[in-house]
């Protein structure tokens, strides 16, 4: 009854709290949320004064008395009450037009995408998160089981399914069949290592130090892992000169992006190898037959598919959208009451 209550005052959402980037997905009007995981608050008395994009402006450029940092890390919690209230906020914000016949809190209930390979700590760790943001209840789904159901795989057939979710914590390898996860790696190597070895690569080799907010502009907006003379890009970026210490501009080439990342995503693809090299035989056909799917903000990276399909000599494809492709798998399980039953029972979709 109070399920039923509830309902009628709540919109019901479904959460791919990234490392980097949430989304969240309201039921019966689609993605509603896309914001930096930044949260900006007073050190001393932890009030909140910013949440997603106006706190990433603030990374870098604070005074000492506040901090903007991500309460998350490597695709876990790493500040729970950084956490919660991003959570918080975001669960207000969406209730903010609806009209309540009587004042009433939102309680909706709420899907939110994690990590593979979290421990059972972490998750509850999530789970706690989202309730005492305001949630009714809460569930938890795999993000590459997510990203399979948002790339609309077969997952409920004997068919084996591949699916790779390069987030910005955390890189997710996983072979999906009848419904239910048969392998996978979660690998805390994605694209928060790039932007840091952008920075390292700049600094040896410009005598450059760059922030964090410039290595990550430069990838999204230059970087690529195939070479291409015709796809030959520049960008010009602004640090301090470390032999001087004054202002300094350097004008960087996607080539030197890609030397930077190379040992990254070198880890990355020998990753994919080693589960490529485990999968069971009678599903290596049906992977090889259909491909290996590629979702999260990583996929964007241009030529990533073909470095992959060289390395697992697999044909590699990048779903629609790859980066509302988990939040859309969850917004599936959210409005499927059979589909979230199910998982609620077997444990095969969702814990």
């Known amino acids: 009854m109070l399920d039923f209550f509830f309902g009628l005052f709540s919109h019901d959402l479904a959460i791919d709290l990234g490392t980097a980037n949430t989304l969240v997905y309201v039921s019966g009007k689609g993605i509603a949320i896309r914001e930096p995981s930044v949260v900006a608050r007073h050190k001393k008395t932890k009030k909140i004064l910013a949440i997603g994009s106006e706190a990433k402006r603030m990374v870098g450029k604070t005074p000492s008395q506040i901090e903007a940092f991500r309460p998350l890390k490597d695709g876990v919690i790493a500040d729970f009450d950084g ?30 995408g994690i990590p593979s390979g979290v421990t059972e700590v972490e998750r509850r760790a999530v789970q706690d998160a989202a309730l005492s943001a305001g949630a009714r209840a809460a569930f938890l789904i795999e993000e590459p089981m997510a990203a399979a159901l ?46 840091e070895a952008i920075i390292s690569f700049v600094r040896l080799k410009h005598s450059l130090l760059l922030g964090v907010a410039s290595a990550e502009n430069v990838k999204m907006t230059i970087g690529s892992i195939s070479f291409s ?23 960087l080439s996607s080539s030197e992006v890609r030397e930077a990342i190379a040992p990254v995503v070198n880890q990355i693809i020998e990753k994919i190898n080693e589960t490529v090299e485990e999968i069971p035989p009678e599903l290596i056909g049906d992977v090889l037959e259909q491909g290996i799917a590629l979702s999260g903000g990583g996929a964007q990276l241009l030529g990533i598919d073909k470095v992959i399909a ?31 039953e199910k998982v609620r029972v077997t444990g095969g979709l969702i814990k």
């Open 83 to 112: 956490t919660l209230a991003m959570l918080a906020h975001y669960i207000s914000l969406v209730h903010e037009d609806k009209q309540f016949i009587v004042p009433t809190i939102p309680r909706p209930k709420v899907v939110v």
């Open 150 to 195: 948002g790339a609309k795989l077969p997952i409920d057939e004997a068919k084996g399914n591949m699916v790779i979710d390069f987030g910005g914590g955390t890189t997710e390898i996983a072979v999906i069949s009848l419904g239910g996860i048969v392998l996978n790696k979660s690998l805390r190597i994605a694209g928060d290592e790039m932007d």
């Open 229 to 251: 003379p015709r796809e030959e890009k520049y960008a010009v970026v602004r640090g301090r000169d470390l032999e001087s210490g004054l202002p300094k501009s350097v004008k």
């Open 310 to 340: 060289e390395a697992t000599r697999m044909p590699v494809w990048v779903v629609d959208d790859p980066l509302t492709c988990v939040v859309r798998g969850a917004a599936l399980v959210l409005e499927n009451d059979k589909l979230l």
